[in-house]
């Protein structure tokens, strides 16, 4: 009897909390949470992505929500979890008024600990797929018949010119074409426009040794799955032809080698102008919508050393680097100490060249395989799929989890993290390497969160900075270039014919700057980050990442982006919204934190 | 107690099968099979594609293969099912010495009635899937190292020139990348040389209503199926799209705009010498292997009518017809009555021509929705699916029946399904179509199996021809051309400013005739078929499909196609073979009745 008694307990819980949010009773509703307790809603009553944190920020929520959201219907999905620390965790589907949603609950002692609902169809909208997908062609004779590829030339001729996209997406990357792609879903008129020649390029322009760091089971784009023989890493190249057959098979209209040079918004007919250069022919743009998906960085950010241009040898920043195959037997600097500065200074030694490399200040440094082996293998491997963890399942579970738990739980996996890699960690010290773990101990996961920066996924290059074959300079800054390389802070001299500034992007709002306006970018303030009021995340805390898939102060304007994991499943959130928008249903955003509106 | 019999009753079948098997007592294994009993191996004992019917044949194969393949380890797969004719039909696994195979039993009263063993893999050349699956990095500092794209552009720019494919393959249709795919993953090194100017024109270039009469589920090529928003039937150049990505992500190495002009078999090296012209080169490639992909039809055949010369109006074969855009109003002649013939002639119509299709000989004709209600729907649709047959075990479904008794069960169909569109048929007669459904009444399938032509898929002409949209005229043979027409063996005349022969393809063997010579195109004999001594496929009976897939009787020579089912299934039984040819491993060819050797 045992074994149903999470079920039993989840179902009466369930039974209770769905009768007092059909009340409206936001009290009766509480009564059943714990004190320390969530609600990470994504868009299914808020109309955004907001994280509420204890009982008053919930109960505002939910005075604020729930008449209009009508959450109703409730049913478990599959069978209650409960782990070894007694918290018990139940999927749950239910419906609002205009949408299905998914939900999870996690148990302590009977109340509810986190709780997690999620939009995933708008009624009347859904995905055409399985049983519902399309014939491809109309059975009988029909006069004047157009086929797949008249319709296919007829909406490629005609979007942007007398048909205008209903949503245009600036960047043709990850985050654009798995946008794309969903909005395609939903049958919303959507353009990308990439200053690439052709989809993939953005990787194939990386340099030659860059391969992803997450392993395959977490990198599949919406829709059509990786064939299971892809291998674990994606080198880029390939990653870069699977985009490009990607636009071809979802048939994503997309305009390579396009520039967005400007962008305003017209509040009176309610839609953007942009202005872009298309094969050297200026045209503009009438979207609805505008979203930026150009990337989680802005532009390569050069220090401004002084001497910079008495230097006689070359120098590139990082995302110029292609191969160190024309620098064997030279001298070599690599400002910086992230992933790029890790990867090419391996890539300049593979090569034969004399390599040092300027670190700055402290990276967090984990070993690729044990990456997998304390976080990404129990929801994304093999392993996980044979126990029927899908990577839509896996998805889920990681958007269930509130930020601030996510913390705290990485906090306390790190400890086990460090002890088993110690070894590894005391040699890296032995080098000189300044290391860390986030400033709160938080790890990787958190910083890539707080701020995308300051981190190095090791798959080798530690190896040659424990050993000595490349060399470091650490907790020193470069104080000027000479004619022959850099004179660091310490007073040494350092000779070099290629310096790489390994010195990371400006932050994402630049683009806006840029693109849009100061007074665009400055309403719509930070992007990124959770508020942490960590190095470069500056507070106050806001729960979610900011700006993210989810509306900003700006009308219509929207960020798209981050790693594959996130493009793959925030694309589906910010397409319902979008999709939304454009069938007219009432979207009443609350998201007190982020957009400091009630 | 029921339930479990069947399970019960194989398991202990299976037992003195193997026990029997595994004593060589071939006596013994016969006792097993009822009298009127088929045996299809497909690879597994007989190292070639081969039904035997009847004890006296089995017995025969036994005696010949037992020795050298040692099927062993037979163990039950999934549940046995029990049909309400009272036929348990059983899955399992086994061994040979070199293979792990998979088998399926039909028992009817204890006895077998259909015994179907198949290869699925060479033990210790596993396709590298799931688990198993590359890393794609190598992780550490490595000097010299190759990127992945480094490896592709040196494989692809040695290939055909320092390093000779072992597997030279002709034709980049579904046949040669299926084939090209399947060598890939077990890293049989293969090129695929076409004529056409990239991957998937030889779709493109067909006529522009064209799609595929094969529903999704029943059209996925090997290791990356369709997307679940795949429609159902798919236009021809979204497939030819398809394959163009595809042979990108399978990373097959594809000559476009290559022509082969002539192959010969050096005895004395155990190669072949090919000439191909690759954009205007010539070159000789030194394949072990020489595959012939190009498709189950030949050469476009069009019957040398006498005045074809005095013809003052266009005239086509119907592979080179592209669209009716230009013939509104036009008086348009197609010759011939099948799949191409109809759909021409609606493409026509729905153009507003004026059309007129002469039927020389009986076809035919199934409703495309009738097929799926018949045929497919059972083993390929979102039913089947949901019921858990994957196309794996459709396909295996399908391949387990031997033909003979695929035609006798076809036969039974039919009579249900003529009478379900009675009143269509009667239609089609009453508008004078002459109407067959194969000589012995065994209808669509087996007349493909057959001869590949003779039948129309309805999906609207059939309609056109009904109610005299499209105009007809049956019975009739064309006796010459005149100027301005056709005249007809009945005495009268059709003007036309449009003739399209749809008069079907030469057999073939025409390119091995071609490309090889007469000598080894008589050798081999005559392609598809299964010898049922009915119209174009003549006697004797063979039982499987003539020479493909197979070895033939020309040392090395292999032929790969069919339709897409046959593509996907077959590939991975050719592939197995020419890996097994490559590593050594020995392989006893049995086929008496095709290769006409013992």
């Known amino acids: 009897m045992t074994d149903t008694e999470p079920s039993q307990q989840v179902t009466r819980w369930l039974a209770r909390f769905a009768e007092r949010l059909a009340a409206a009773d936001s009290a009766g509703v509480l009564a059943l949470f714990e004190q320390h307790c969530y609600w990470r809603d994504l868009v299914a009553l808020t109309w955004s992505l907001a994280t509420f944190e204890g009982k008053p920020e919930i109960q505002g929520m939910l005075e604020r929500c729930l008449p209009a959201a009508l959450p109703a219907a409730f049913s478990l999905e599959g069978e209650p979890r409960t782990d070894a620390a007694g918290v018990t965790e139940a999927w749950f589907r239910f419906e609002t008024g205009v949408a299905v949603c998914r ?3 996690r148990l302590r002692e009977g109340l509810c600990w986190t709780m997690f609902t999620c939009m995933l169809d708008l009624k009347g909208f859904e995905e055409k797929r399985g049983a519902q997908r399309g014939m491809g062609v109309r059975f009988g004779a029909v006069k004047g018949r157009k086929t797949w590829t008249d319709d296919r030339r007829e909406d490629a001729a005609s979007l942007g010119r007398e048909v205008q996209p209903y949503c245009l997406i600036i960047g043709g990357g990850q985050g654009g074409v798995t946008l794309a792609a969903r909005l395609k879903m939903l049958n919303v008129p959507a353009l990308v426009v990439d200053k690439h020649a052709k989809p993939g390029d953005a990787w194939r322009e990386r340099y030659k040794s860059l391969c992803l760091h997450d392993p395959v089971w977490n990198i599949h784009l919406p829709y059509l799955p990786f064939p299971d023989h892809w291998p674990v890493f994606t080198p880029k190249d390939k990653i870069a032809d699977w985009i490009e057959a990607y636009v071809s098979i979802m ?4 305009w390579s080698a396009t520039e967005a040079k400007a962008a305003r918004y017209d509040d009176a007919r309610g839609e953007w102008v942009v202005t872009v250069e298309r094969q050297g022919e200026t045209m503009e743009l009438r979207p ?6 150009t990337g989680m960085a802005g532009a390569p950010a050069v220090p401004d050393y002084r001497g910079r241009e008495s230097f006689a040898g070359l120098a590139c920043h990082s995302s110029d680097y292609r191969s160190g195959e024309a620098f064997r037997g030279k001298r070599c600097i690599v400002i910086g100490s992230n992933n790029s500065a890790h990867d090419i200074s391996a890539d300049l030694w593979e090569h034969g ?3 040092t490399m300027v670190q700055r200040s402290s990276t967090l440094v984990v070993r690729a395989e044990t990456l997998r082996r304390f976080f990404s293998s129990k929801l994304y491997s093999e392993e996980a799929l044979a126990a029927g963890i899908t990577t839509e399942k896996a998805d889920f579970t990681v958007a269930s989890r509130p930020y601030a738990v996510m913390a705290e739980a990485q906090k306390a996996t790190y400890v086990d993290l460090r002890k088993h890699d110690a070894a590894f960690y005391d040699a890296l010290r032995q080098a000189g390497f300044l290391l860390d773990f986030g400033e709160d101990e938080t790890g990787l996961s958190m910083k890539y969160l707080r701020r995308g920066s300051g981190y190095y996924i090791d798959v080798g290059a530690s190896e040659l900075i424990i050993d000595g074959r490349v060399k470091l300079r650490s907790g020193v800054e470069v104080e000027r270039l000479t004619k022959d390389g850099v004179a660091l802070s310490d007073g040494s001299l350092l000779a070099a014919d290629l ?6 992007f400006d932050p994402m709002e630049i683009w806006l700057e840029r693109l849009i306006s100061p007074a665009v970018a400055a309403k719509v303030g930070h992007i990124w980050g959770l508020g ?15 700006n993210m898939w989810k509306p900003t102060r700006q009308e219509a304007l929207w960020l798209q982006g981050g790693n594959l994991f996130q493009a793959r499943f925030y694309s589906k959130l910010l397409a319902l919204q979008l999709k939304a928008r454009m069938e007219g249903i009432e979207t009443p955003v609350h998201d007190p934190k982020d957009m400091g509106r009630p």
């Open 499 to 504: 310096i790489v500034y390994a010195t990371g």
């Open 251 to 254: 048939e994503l209209n997309i």
């Open 103 to 105: 939900g999870q609950v």
């Open 288 to 293: 609805k919508h505008l979203v930026v998906a």
């Open 353 to 355: 060249a004399d390599v």
């Open 532 to 546: 942490s009021g960590t190095r470069r995340d500056p507070g106050p805390w806001v729960g979610e990442i900011r």
